[in-house]
Nanobody, 120 residues
Framework: VQLQASGGGSVQAGGSLRLSCAAS???????MAWFRRAPGKEREFVAV????????TYSGSVKGRFTVSRDNAKNTLYLQMNSLKPEDTAVYYC???????????????WGQGTQVTVSS
């Protein structure tokens, strides 16, 4: 499956953005996740969602501010990001895999990434 992430941009601290990740074909048999890579840092887990929209897990740094969701009828994954902070600045990647994990290694398919920049 091919993944296309979009929705990134520049926003001031406290603002919101909504990322989307469109799949090229039916993706309801995949676990979907968001990861991010900040400048000079390793890629880190952000959120994961089960096949039917349950089994959601967030990283501690985004819990309570970000919301992951999916629309299987549209083959699209979302990440609603509120109360953004400068430390959220990163390239955000969507990923598809066979089982729930906060590690990147199980995910077989990756989007190209979308840049999110949060200014103070």
């Amino acid at each position: 499956v091919q993944l296309q992430a979009s929705g990134g941009g520049s926003v001031q601290a406290g603002g919101s953005l909504r990322l989307s990740c469109a799949a090229s074909r039916t993706f309801n048999n995949y676990i979907m996740a968001w990861f991010r890579r900040a400048p000079g840092k390793e890629r880190e887990f952000v959120a994961v969602i089960g096949r039917l929209g349950g089994s959601i897990t967030y990283s501690g740094s985004v819990k309570g501010r970000f919301t992951v969701s999916r629309d299987n009828a549209k083959n699209t994954l979302y990440l609603q990001m509120n109360s953004l902070k400068p430390e959220d600045t990163a390239v955000y990647y969507c990923a598809a895999g066979p089982y729930i994990s906060t590690l990147s290694s199980p995910y077989n398919f990756w989007g190209q990434g979308t840049q999110v920049t949060v200014s103070s």
